[in-house]
């Protein structure tokens, strides 16, 4: 891949891009961005992780709080095409990169005790964040149409990533993701955060080491949407000043702006998205695969009843989720759409287990607390999902949540979308990653990216 591709399609030579970049990051750091180990306490400045953020919408105000808890971590950039507005899940939230390199500097200076502290800057283009030398890993929370290239290219560039969940908009990528992470041994964790709760962990482990008896049945849910479309008759809109809307874009089909279609919002539209079935669907159904087991995956999947925008709709996800899938060993998943939002439930010969963000129960009630035994499975403990990352960063091994978990979650939502959107049944090679038997299908495993970006 070129990284060195400008927005207009101009190409750089490789050293004037460096140079202009070296030249940018110095005028942005007047004083020491790196800062002394006094501020860390014993994490020395060879013993921290500096990260970049890429991607300062609404998720940022959950994760860069998270990150800023880890004094091996230093925030050192915040990267968006947004240079600040509103627009996004809440009117009361004013977002964007300097918005959020702000919340950092002034975090940093509260923990510095120095007012004018700026060791964190801001800029529009995340290849200068994957040019510099300075920047150990990057933290991924652009829209999911994003998340393909820009994980690769920042694995060739030689960062670690995190990236938010889904991992990918399409099975194709998900693919192209891994043999890049792979290829160029760098750490990937996906930011679905549920892998890392211990009432999770233990309800997993109990259905996965027979505590239910045979399992039978499995039921996953997704939040409703929580925001509705023009309709059809919609009508193009001037783009807001301080907002790179082709760079928005990137890879996906050129499209005319409309203020619902990005931010937030953009997680109604299939060019970006897969709608709640990968948004709320990459927690319930990564729960589903370890509790079942990371090492199946369904070969059935079929529509449940789902329902769509009307025709000519800005919004193109789902406004119901509900498909079926079948694993290899005759358990049945049913994901759909559910007014609490995220949650599991497993069903056994004797016994039924349901989990939520903090929710769990059994039947009989005694379930919760069998013990297992020397030779039952167990899971890594992670407590933390930022700080699993960390951990794995250093350790140089994989975290709770690696490209190929992630991957195969996705996909089970990627496939549950497109035996919706067909409205029947079809077979699923997990060994290829192909549906058996069907081109049209098929082709919907993967996606044209729009010139110039490609894997």
């Not at 500097?105 to 200068?128: E, P, Q």
């Not at 709709?313 to 079948?326: E, H």
């Not at 960063?393 to 991957?407: L, N, Q, T, Y």
């Given at each position: ?119 964190c800057d801001a800029c529009i283009d995340f ?251 167990r899971f890594a403990i992670s407590e933390n ?71």
């Amino acid at each position: 891949m070129n990284k060195h591709i400008s927005r207009s399609g101009s190409r750089l030579h490789r050293r004037d891009f460096l140079r202009s970049t070296a030249a940018l990051a110095a005028a942005a750091f007047g004083a020491p961005y790196i800062m002394p180990s006094s501020v860390f306490g014993k994490n020395s400045p060879s013993n921290r992780i500096t990260l970049a953020i890429i991607g300062c919408g609404n998720q940022s105000t959950v994760d860069i709080p998270e990150w800023l808890k880890n004094d091996d971590c230093q925030i050192v950039t915040c990267c968006d095409v947004n240079r600040g507005s509103r627009g996004y899940r809440d009117d009361k939230q004013f977002l964007g990169r300097e918005p959020q390199r702000n919340f950092v500097n002034k975090a940093y200076a509260k923990k510095t005790g120095n007012d004018s502290y700026k060791g964190c800057d801001a800029c529009i283009d995340f290849r200068d964040v994957l040019a510099r030398k300075d920047v150990d890993a990057v933290a991924i929370i652009t829209p999911d149409h994003w998340h393909a290239v820009q994980t690769i290219m920042a694995a060739e560039a030689g960062k670690d990533i995190y990236c938010q969940k889904p991992l990918s908009l399409t099975v194709r990528d998900g693919q192209e993701m891994i043999k890049a992470v792979r290829k160029h041994n760098r750490i990937l964790q996906c930011g679905s955060q549920w892998r890392s709760k211990a009432h999770i962990r233990q309800a997993c482990e109990l259905v996965l080491n027979g505590k239910l008896g045979k399992l039978q049945r499995v039921e996953s849910y997704v939040a409703e949407n929580n925001f509705k479309g023009p309709g059809p008759g919609w009508k193009a809109e001037p783009v807001p000043e301080g907002f790179d809307y082709n760079f928005w874009l990137g890879p996906a089909p050129q499209a005319p702006y409309h203020n619902l279609r990005c931010f937030y919002k953009f997680r109604f539209i299939l060019d970006y998205s897969g709608g709640q079935t990968t948004n709320f669907g990459h927690h319930s159904n990564g729960v589903v695969r370890w509790g079942v087991c990371d090492d199946l995956f369904p070969t059935e999947f079929e529509d449940a009843g789902s329902e769509w925008p009307e025709k000519g709709d800005l919004f193109t996800t789902p406004t119901k989720v509900s498909f079926r899938a079948k694993f290899p060993n005759g358990v049945e998943l049913f994901c759909h759409t559910n007014k609490p939002g995220f949650g599991v439930r497993f069903e056994g010969s004797e016994g039924s287990l349901e989990i939520g963000s903090s929710k769990f129960e059994c039947k009989p009630a005694s379930l919760k607390d069998a013990v297992l035994g020397g030779n039952d499975k167990r899971f890594a403990i992670s407590e933390n999902h930022y700080r699993n990352f960390l951990d794995a960063v250093k350790a140089r091994k994989d975290g709770v949540e690696p490209a190929e978990v992630a991957h195969r979650t996705s996909m089970l939502c990627h496939l549950g979308n497109i035996a919706m959107l067909l409205k029947r049944k079809f077979k699923f090679d997990p060994q290829t990653e192909q549906i058996v038997g069907d081109d049209e299908a098929n082709k919907m495993l993967s996606r044209p990216l729009r010139a110039p970006w490609h894997y």
